[in-house]
């Protein structure tokens, strides 16, 4: 099978909403009147992003599901998206799997292929998306401010602890490490909740690398500092009852790490004043997405971790950084 035959068979559909999709040289978008448009891309590689043996179907999903993350941080709804596709041969089962996964997320989402690039090379995934947010109203890392509560989303530190027994650094039973892989491999885009929050929050961002390290952008973007209950996150990796069982089996240490700085996790960290709590409460239960305060905004600038009990706990979970 030729480039072109590879195209047309996997990733060649109609569009709706694009003014043109694939086939030209270029796509064309037609935002809403009063849109702007939300641009993101992220690559995926073999070896860093992915284990080789990696379920095609979970690899196509994750492929977009990660770059839904940015659009939800942004509080964008999806449009669009271009796929970079380099594989080192043509494999039409791994394709169809890729495909699959990929385009039944895209099609959840409204979200439609238009464009893009194949060769051939070691395997890497490198997908640009468009979303659309009414002007002036797309969420920002900049607009925390002191006294803002700080919330994530859904659960952190599961896809880390996944990692952890892949690389065989942690002996998990088979179903806590079921429901662990499901988050590393199929995560979940938060964009109703980056939608509900228009209005609402006062600065987000997306966990792709840890909640430290990226709580820590929002507050440079701010020029504030933040104090975090690190139990009260440490325990949102036992949101899912199965994890819970398994908990006394593992080291504390590890559960910070994991959901201090683990990655993967793909949700939202935000901020908004204590006056919106109903309205964060509200776009919570709108999304059907659980919210939790983990901690508030302060004026003086760093990032203090304190226990239950208010103790100053030391921080020394590094984010992971590509180049580290």
Same mark, same amino acid.
């Given at each position: 099978?030729?480039?072109?035959?590879?195209?047309?068979?996997?990733?060649?559909?109609?569009?709706?909403?694009?003014?043109?999709?694939?086939?030209?040289?270029?796509?064309?978008?037609?935002?809403?009147?009063?849109?702007?448009?939300?641009?993101?891309?992220?690559?995926?590689?073999?070896?860093?992003?992915?284990?080789?043996?990696?379920?095609?179907?979970?690899?196509?999903?994750?492929?977009?599901?990660?770059?839904?993350?940015?659009?939800?941080?942004?509080?964008?709804?999806?449009?669009?998206?271009?796929?970079?596709?380099?594989?080192?041969?043509?494999?039409?089962?791994?394709?169809?799997?890729? @495909?699959? /996964?990929? $385009?039944?997320?895209?099609?959840?989402?409204? *979200?439609? =292929?238009? &464009? +893009? %690039?194949?060769?051939?090379?070691?395997?890497?995934?490198?997908?640009?998306?468009?979303?659309?947010?009414?002007?002036?109203?797309?969420?920002?890392?900049?607009?925390?401010?002191?006294?803002?509560?700080?919330?994530?989303?859904?659960?952190?530190?599961?896809?880390?602890?996944?990692?952890?027994?892949?690389?065989?650094?942690?002996?998990?039973?088979?179903?806590?490490?079921?429901?662990?892989?499901?988050?590393?491999?199929?995560?979940?885009?938060?964009?109703?909740?980056?939608?509900?929050?228009?209005?609402?929050?006062?600065?987000?961002?997306?966990?792709?690398?840890?909640?430290?390290?990226?709580?820590?952008?929002?507050?440079?973007?701010?020029?504030?500092?933040?104090?975090?209950?690190?139990?009260?996150?440490?325990?949102?990796?036992?949101?899912?009852?199965?994890?819970?069982? @398994?908990? /006394?089996? $593992?080291?504390?240490?590890?559960?910070?790490? *994991?959901? =201090?700085? &683990? +990655? %993967?996790?793909?949700?939202?960290?935000?901020?908004?004043?204590?006056?919106?709590?109903?309205?964060?409460?509200?776009?919570?239960?709108?999304?059907?997405?659980?919210?939790?305060?983990?901690?508030?905004?302060?004026?003086?600038?760093?990032?203090?971790?304190?226990?239950?009990?208010?103790?100053?706990?030391?921080?020394?979970?590094?984010?992971?950084?590509?180049?580290?």
């Amino acid at each position: 099978m030729g480039e072109f035959d590879l195209i047309a068979r996997y990733f060649t559909r109609s569009v709706r909403r694009a003014a043109l999709g694939v086939g030209d040289d270029c796509a064309l978008l037609a935002p809403a009147p009063g849109m702007q448009l939300a641009v993101s891309s992220d690559m995926l590689v073999e070896g860093r992003h992915f284990f080789a043996d990696v379920d095609p179907e979970a690899l196509g999903h994750k492929a977009l599901a990660v770059n839904l993350s940015d659009l939800a941080a942004c509080g964008a709804r999806p449009l669009a998206f271009t796929l970079a596709l380099s594989l080192p041969r043509v494999d039409e089962a791994w394709l169809a799997g890729f @495909a699959g /996964g990929l $385009l039944a997320l895209a099609d959840a989402h409204g *979200c439609e =292929l238009v &464009g +893009g %690039d194949t060769t051939q090379g070691p395997l890497n995934i490198c997908i640009t998306v468009f979303g659309e947010v009414p002007a002036g109203q797309a969420l920002l890392r900049s607009g925390a401010r002191p006294g803002d509560d700080l919330y994530v989303s859904g659960t952190l530190g599961d896809a880390r602890l996944a990692l952890e027994a892949l690389l065989g650094h942690v002996t998990l039973p088979a179903d806590v490490l079921g429901r662990a892989r499901q988050r590393l491999e199929r995560p979940t885009p938060r964009v109703a909740l980056g939608e509900q929050l228009r209005g609402v929050a006062s600065s987000a961002m997306d966990l792709s690398d840890g909640l430290l390290g990226d709580v820590s952008h929002i507050l440079k973007a701010s020029g504030a500092g933040a104090r975090i209950d690190v139990d009260v996150a440490s325990n949102l990796i036992a949101a899912s009852a199965c994890l819970s069982s @398994a908990r /006394g089996n $593992l080291d504390d240490d590890l559960i910070r790490q *994991c959901t =201090l700085a &683990g +990655g %993967d996790d793909y949700e939202l960290a935000f901020t908004a004043p204590p006056t919106r709590r109903d309205a964060v409460a509200a776009a919570a239960q709108a999304s059907g997405t659980p919210v939790t305060c983990i901690g508030t905004v302060l004026a003086e600038p760093g990032l203090q971790l304190v226990d239950a009990r208010g103790q100053a706990v030391e921080s020394r979970y590094a984010s992971f950084d590509h180049f580290r």
